[in-house]
């Protein structure tokens, strides 16, 4: 808080300097999010451009090409949209969450079977463990989520190229 008291008594001191606070942080402090009109400049250097108006940092500093340090075209993103869109994605998902668990044969669970199921469909074990017990299912054993575990790490430490999954296809 005393750092914000220190910049509003300059402020009060030289009234003159606002605009170049103002250009200085449109051009190297506000992120994409942070402001509506902020740039969204491609790399860190001076002369980087914004991806969307194609101004440089130093142009939205001195004000070279214009007189607004804002982005002329900034990004528009309607939040609810977004928000909206990812919950029926996560609908879908547990749908087939659901329609997995009902005909999921649980003699032949495995961690390998769980990893699967993440890589192929999406689905975790906490998904499809959520599925099982909304139908009054048994839920998923520490020794199989310990196993998935395993195959996950496996997974994540080759990469894609040392881990081949079996593709679950439904009948």
Same mark, same amino acid.
């Not at 395993?150 to 496996?154: C, F, G, Q």
């Given at each position: 808080m005393e750092d914000y008291k220190i910049v509003i008594n300059y402020l009060k001191e030289k009234p003159e300097t606002w605009n170049d606070i103002r250009n200085a942080s449109f051009a190297y402090q506000f992120l994409p999010g942070e402001h509506e009109k902020a740039h969204q400049f491609f790399g860190q250097d001076r002369e980087a451009k914004c991806l969307r108006c194609n101004r440089t940092r130093e142009d939205v500093r001195w004000n070279w090409t214009s007189d607004n340090p804002e982005c002329q075209n900034p990004l528009v993103v309607d939040i609810?949209?977004?928000?909206?869109?990812?919950?029926q994605l996560?609908?879908?998902? $547990?749908?087939? *969450?659901?329609i997995i668990a009902e005909n999921l044969?649980?003699?032949k669970l495995s961690g390998e079977y769980l990893c699967t199921l993440h890589h192929t469909h999406g689905i975790d074990p906490s998904m499809l463990e959520? *599925? $099982?017990l909304? $139908?009054?299912?048994?839920k998923i054993s520490e020794n199989i989520i310990d196993d998935y575990m395993?195959?996950?790490?496996?997974h994540r430490n080759t990469g894609k190229l040392g881990y081949?999954?079996?593709i679950i296809v439904a009948k």
């Open positions: 609810k949209s977004v928000v909206f869109k990812e919950e996560f609908e879908k998902l $547990l749908v087939k *969450a659901k044969d649980y003699s959520c *599925a $099982l909304d $139908l009054n299912k048994q395993k195959e996950y790490e496996k081949k999954p079996t």
